[in-house]
């Protein structure tokens, strides 16, 4: 009769040789709690890392580092940048205390534009004058629309340009050829 490769390779001892082998390869079982007291097996040949996940594991700790690096450079120029905010905001509070010249009794309205809006800061016709001559100003503070001596005007936009709402060129005059004041956008 013949056998079969099977029953050959068994009786030549070849097939249980690589069982054997298949054997040594694979990790011993691992006792289950049960077994073992509640304890954690003893591993006593732990696999060394190798080269590629430790240069993994240094590129995660160097980015980790860097971007809390970057945090803390955020945080401190922020906090610069509302120091000197604060700074410039008592600045031209201190300039702008009892020089404003708006008037509660007045007739007339002056429209410029501010913002990206048309604004309006109500005037007598005096300073109405004064103010498209060039002599007055207009600052935006604290929510209001101030109207201001042309020399606090410069010192205003010295301080902080965005707070300026309007100064007119006194060279101009502030009025264009058609009569309508410059800076108006209608």
Known sequence: MVD?????????GIVKQLKDDKRQQQPAPRPGPAHGKGKPPHRPNKPARS?????????????????AAERKRAEQEAAEQARIKRERKARIQQL?????????????????EYGGKIRRVHVDA??????????????????????VSHEIAQQVRDIDGHLLALLVDPATGGVGDDGVPDDLMW
Do not use: P
């Open 4 to 12: 079969s490769l099977r029953d050959q390779l068994l009786k030549s």
């Open 51 to 67: 080269q590629e996940e430790m240069d993994l594991a240094k590129a995660y700790a160097i980015r980790a580092q860097t971007e």
């Open 96 to 112: 702008l205390d009892g020089k404003a010249l708006n008037k509660a009794d007045v007739d007339q309205v002056r429209h410029f």
């Open 126 to 147: 005096a300073q109405l004058a004064d103010l498209n001559a060039g002599k007055l100003g207009v600052v935006q503070h604290a929510g209001r629309y101030l109207l």
